[in-house]
């Protein structure tokens, strides 16, 4: 191997070092009840310059949407699961309910939620996997009636993230979710 390809494997894992550090360092302040995510500060706080964490994280919503890739997963997974389910209306009621339960948990993950733009590729396709997901269950439901023709995946997904928003501008009771969550159910029915 030559000098040149050590110092470029080098490199990388050092970056990848760099990067793991300012997100466990993120996450550290979240736990911690710091939701600021101030870059400066978390530079500071890993020990490293201002222009590596901007390298890896070109802003405050790059790092959020970094941090919330797993829990983007996640609900990717229920998705798929959803939309396989026997009756997809039981299928679409749960995949809200894991949705909102998420989002309400981790206002990080709403925010890249409802975000209409994304910093990485990884969220658009994570976004794209969702709404593959939710399409088809929403294609099930329409075929057996349950739900309006109208609606589209996107539709359910800006739905949620009224009702996440909804419940924390509230008192952030749960009961409440379950409340608005079946106004979305019922309101997601065939006109009669």
Same mark, same amino acid.
């Given at each position: 191997?030559?000098?040149?390809?050590?110092?470029?494997?080098?490199?990388?894992?050092?970056?990848?070092?760099?990067?793991?550090?300012?997100?466990?360092?993120?996450?550290?302040?979240?736990?911690?009840?710091?939701?600021?995510?101030?870059?400066?500060?978390?530079?500071?706080?890993?020990?490293?310059?201002?222009?590596?964490?901007?390298?890896?994280?070109?802003?405050?919503?790059?790092?959020?949407?970094?941090?919330? /890739? &797993?829990?983007?997963? !996640? $609900?990717?997974? @229920?998705?798929?699961? %959803?939309?396989? +389910?026997?009756?997809?209306?039981?299928?679409?009621?749960?995949?809200?309910?894991?949705?909102?339960?998420?989002?309400?948990?981790?206002?990080?993950?709403?925010?890249?939620?409802?975000?209409?733009?994304?910093? /990485? &590729?990884?969220?658009? !396709? $994570?976004?794209? @996997?969702?709404?593959? %997901?939710?399409? +088809?269950?929403?294609?099930?439901?329409?075929?057996?009636?349950?739900?309006?023709?109208?609606?589209?995946?996107?539709?359910?997904?800006?739905?949620?993230?009224?009702?996440?928003h909804a419940v924390r501008s509230g008192d952030g009771d749960a009961a409440r979710a379950e409340v608005y969550l079946d106004i979305l159910l019922q309101g997601l029915?065939?006109?009669?």
């Amino acid at each position: 191997m030559t000098p040149r390809a050590d110092r470029s494997t080098a490199l990388r894992a050092d970056a990848a070092r760099n990067r793991a550090r300012v997100l466990r360092i993120a996450r550290e302040q979240i736990a911690a009840g710091d939701e600021s995510l101030q870059l400066n500060a978390i530079a500071r706080l890993a020990g490293l310059g201002i222009g590596t964490v901007y390298r890896h994280f070109p802003n405050r919503h790059a790092l959020v949407e970094a941090l919330s /890739a &797993e829990r983007f997963r !996640e $609900l990717v997974g @229920e998705a798929q699961a %959803a939309s396989v +389910e026997e009756d997809a209306l039981t299928g679409l009621h749960g995949l809200l309910r894991f949705a909102l339960e998420r989002a309400l948990d981790d206002p990080g993950f709403a925010a890249v939620l409802e975000s209409s733009t994304d910093a /990485a &590729e990884q969220t658009s !396709e $994570l976004k794209s @996997e969702l709404d593959s %997901a939710v399409g +088809e269950l929403l294609g099930r439901a329409r075929h057996a009636g349950v739900i309006r023709s109208d609606v589209e995946a996107d539709d359910v997904r800006r739905l949620l993230c009224g009702i996440q928003h909804a419940v924390r501008s509230g008192d952030g009771d749960a009961a409440r979710a379950e409340v608005y969550l079946d106004i979305l159910l019922q309101g997601l029915r065939p006109p009669v």
